[in-house]
């Protein structure tokens, strides 16, 4: 038997596995998944006559809701909490983005490409990281994305994994809409905050589509 006759039903093996297997694709900016930014701005009322004092809670607003921005003191400086939820797939997005088809509806990963992440006070003076904060954290959906080191050196991509990947998985595979739970915590050095204190993020989302679920 030649060496060609041998390798025959392997090639064709190869072709019907390729064939017959998931279909995945990749949906982003380009397919019309939004990214996901704003601007947490948490303005201390003055109104009474004082100023802020590291402990107090800021109410902050922005156009979709209201939220509380908790503070503490810790050692030389204070530490600010930030808490919101953002929406990353609005119900309307599974008809108007062409690449959720029936045949690809389950999500089997999402890669985070994070922008940016700054802090500023209630002036508008952003908050250097080498000489002002001393700690960032920043949480989506339970997972922890980004500390100090790596916000030096944004941009970068991560992966969403076990809970925080599983609340976005099942909102894609029942098509209801799907947010993130955004938790960001900063420590600022030295605290000098009169009037309230900002949080600005960029990311973009990448969804992994498949045919099949992982």
Same mark, same amino acid.
């Given at each position: 038997m030649s060496l060609r006759n041998v390798a025959?039903? !392997?090639? +064709? &093996?190869a072709l019907l596995s390729v064939a017959c297997g998931p279909v995945e694709i990749r949906i982003s900016k380009a397919q019309g998944v939004k990214p996901?930014? !704003?601007s947490l701005v948490a303005t201390f009322d003055t109104s009474a006559g004082r100023d802020f004092v590291c402990g107090d809670s800021i %109410? !902050?607003?922005? /156009?979709?809701?209201? =939220?509380?921005?908790? /503070?503490?003191?810790v050692n030389g400086g204070c530490e600010f909490n930030f808490d919101q939820e953002v929406e990353v797939l609005a119900g309307a997005d599974y008809a108007t983005i062409k690449e959720f088809t029936n045949s690809v509806r389950y999500l089997n990963r999402v890669d985070l490409e994070i922008r940016k &992440?700054? =802090?500023? @006070?209630?002036?508008g003076t952003r908050f250097d990281v080498e000489n002002r904060i001393r700690d960032v954290e920043f949480w989506v959906n339970g997972q922890q994305v980004l500390n %100090? @080191?790596?916000v030096r050196s944004l941009p970068t991509t991560i992966v969403l994994k076990g809970e925080a &990947?599983?609340?976005m998985k099942r909102a894609v595979k029942n098509r209801?809409?799907?947010? #993130?739970?955004?938790? /960001?915590?900063?420590?600022? &050095? @030295? #605290? +000098? %905050?009169k009037k309230g204190i900002r949080c600005?993020? @960029? /990311?973009?989302?990448? =969804?992994i589509l498949s045919s099949s679920e992982i």
């Open positions: 025959m039903p !392997g090639v +064709m &093996l996901v930014t !704003g %109410i !902050g607003d922005t /156009s979709a809701q209201s =939220f509380t921005v908790t /503070s503490k003191a &992440l700054d =802090f500023y @006070d209630g002036e %100090i @080191d790596q &990947l599983d609340v209801e809409r799907c947010t #993130a739970h955004i938790v /960001s915590k900063v420590v600022v &050095l @030295d #605290a +000098m %905050i600005d993020y @960029d /990311s973009q989302p990448t =969804f």
